[in-house]
């Protein structure tokens, strides 16, 4: 990041208002190109001298560049320009739809990116210290994406202490997240910032509207909340935000993606009055966001066709909270969320066994839902993993983060935009497998069905042993893979530790494997070799 600070004599009597105080910065690259970037109030805490304009940019290419300020009244004011050079650097870019594979996410550079991790949605005690703990323990074990919300209880701009357009008293807070990016791209951590909780626009129970400043009762513009999206105030005034949040973090690589709504279904908006806000706004953040960053909203469930067709909706999301979801289990092709949905990549942004409080109890503190929501996320197709909510009094309470890093250490390496989800048979009803296949390679995860944290608690209720069988002599038929020999490395998911390899020969595209015994579960990886083997299939090595 390049932070320039711009001197503006005139003063405004709300500088976050564009209407009133339109600062940009126009950048020249080398070749001639240029990039106007809109600049930011920038209101200090401590020191009101440090206060003023800043404008944040990320030069995409080395050589020396050029800044001119620009103040956008009638006529045009241009400042002062200034030269500055950028050294070459090997960095991948910024994410983006994958340009082979539309189910997946890749860097610039195409270089295919799978985001491991989870929700750490808002802090509990201390922002700094409670986001760097969190941060580090999920980049020390393999993660590289965290979900996070700007909801008025944490990172949100515009609430009831600061009236409509005026961000002056969110500015510690603003403050916060320019301090989580920093760490985020410290640690190689993607952030997804959600913008709107639906919790804000909501009436009933578990809702906050009769808190929020477009409230006519707290003398808003909008006396119904489903009117956020169709009344032209609030729209003037949420684009002001949303051009401000594009201005201060849009320069960041490690943004994954703008969520626009938390679970918009929740609010009772309907479509049709949503989908002309989503261009209107996508409007106005691609102006202002020169980096064009990946675009999403969120729902429980499958969402709805009409949203997900949108052109300025990039990337599909989808919320679950269950004990028994059907991609538990491997699905041809992998999962979609509906026969017609678009080729897009899908963000499995929350996922849990229950959607009530998910707190550290005897019956889930192996995190049994959590690893296994991981792999087989991994496996039918997903553009990441489910990321599971319940951070803190579960994943964190528990020392579970490194249930991340045994699935990281599996994929490191692997191009997972390069497979296809295919269904793996099994000779044992007892346990279930999931396949990625392409024509020389192919990755294997197999569990035992007891391997469940709905049946492990029904165990403990019953007061019966949680240990459970050994399966052992379990054959695994993969289909789709070339005629050869295939070393076959397997790998304990558990303890993330590779185990003994063999060699198989795939026989009419059909390539067996029999498992070592196991408890849990196991994964595997079958790569073609480029001589014939000399041992038997089953030989270590």
Same mark, same amino acid.
């Given at each position: ?37 809109? +600049?930011? =109030?920038?209101?200090?805490?401590? &020191? ?5 304009? $800043? /404008?944040?940019? %990320? *030069?995409? !290419? ?69 986001? +760097?703990? =969190?941060?580090?323990?999920?980049? &020390? ?5 965290? $979900? /996070?919300?700007? %909801? *008025?209880? !944490? ?84 684009? $002001? ?301």
């Amino acid at each position: 990041m390049l932070e320039l600070y711009v001197h503006v004599a005139q003063r405004f009597e709300n500088p976050y208002d564009p209407t009133e105080a339109d600062v940009r910065v126009r950048f020249t690259a080398p070749d001639g190109t240029q990039i106007t970037v809109p +600049a930011f =109030w920038y209101l200090h805490q401590r &020191d009101p001298w440090r206060s003023g304009w $800043r /404008v944040r940019f %990320a *030069p995409p !290419s080395a050589g020396r560049w050029q800044a001119t300020p620009l103040l956008n009244t009638n006529p045009l004011q241009q400042g002062e320009s200034i030269t500055f050079e950028v050294a070459p650097r090997d960095a991948p870019g910024y994410v983006r739809v994958h340009p082979r594979n539309p189910r997946y996410l890749a860097f610039d550079d195409g270089t295919t990116f799978f985001p491991i991790g989870l929700n750490l949605a808002w802090w509990r005690n201390d922002a700094a210290q409670d986001y +760097a703990r =969190w941060l580090n323990a999920l980049a &020390d074990n393999g993660g590289n994406v965290a $979900r /996070v919300w700007m %909801a *008025p209880w !944490s990172f949100g701009l515009e609430w009831r202490d600061t009236g409509l357009g005026n961000y002056d008293n969110r500015q510690l807070r603003a403050h916060w997240l320019d301090q989580l990016f920093a760490l985020a791209e410290q640690r190689g951590v993607y952030l997804v910032l959600s913008l709107i909780s639906d919790r804000e626009y909501r009436d009933n129970e578990g809702g906050v509207w009769a808190e929020n400043p477009y409230n006519a009762l707290n003398s808003g513009p909008l006396r119904d909340p489903r009117d956020f999206v169709t009344d032209p105030q609030a729209r003037a005034l949420f684009a $002001r935000r949303l051009r401000y949040i594009a201005a201060r973090w849009g320069y960041s690589p490690n943004l994954l993606a703008w969520e626009y709504w938390n679970e918009v279904e929740a609010t009772r908006i309907e479509t049709p009055q949503l989908m002309p806000w989503l261009r209107e706004m996508t409007t106005v953040l691609r102006e202002a966001d020169v980096n064009r960053h990946l675009i999403t909203l969120s729902y429980v469930g499958d969402g709805d066709p009409f949203v997900w067709r949108m052109e300025e909706i990039d990337v599909l999301q989808r919320h679950e909270y269950s004990a028994q979801p059907r991609w538990f289990t491997s699905i041809p092709g992998g999962f979609r969320l509906t026969a017609d949905a678009p080729n897009k990549p899908l963000l499995f942004g929350e996922f849990g066994f229950s959607h009530v409080d998910e707190s550290l109890n005897e019956a889930n503190r192996e995190g049994v839902h959590l690893h296994n929501a991981l792999w087989a996320s991994a496996f039918n197709g997903f553009a990441t993993t489910a990321m599971y909510w319940w951070w803190e009094d579960y994943v964190d309470a528990g020392a579970l983060w490194s249930r991340f890093r045994s699935l990281a250490r599996f994929l490191a390496d692997e191009d997972l935009a390069t497979f296809t989800p295919t269904p793996v048979e099994c000779d044992c009803d007892e346990a279930i497998a999931m396949g990625l296949v392409r024509a020389d390679r192919a990755l294997v995860w197999v569990r035992s069905a007891h391997y469940d944290q709905q049946r492990l608690a029904e165990r403990i209720t019953r007061a019966e042993p949680i240990s459970l069988p050994i399966q052992r002599d379990v054959q695994l038929r993969l289909r789709g893979l070339d005629a050869g020999w295939y070393r076959v490395d397997w790998f304990d998911p558990q303890t993330g530790a590779w185990l003994r390899s063999a060699e198989s020969q795939a026989i009419g595209g059909v390539l067996t494997l029999t498992a070592p015994p196991f408890e849990r579960d196991l994964a595997a990886k079958a790569g073609r070799t480029s001589h014939e083997a000399s041992c038997e299939p089953a030989c270590g090595r």
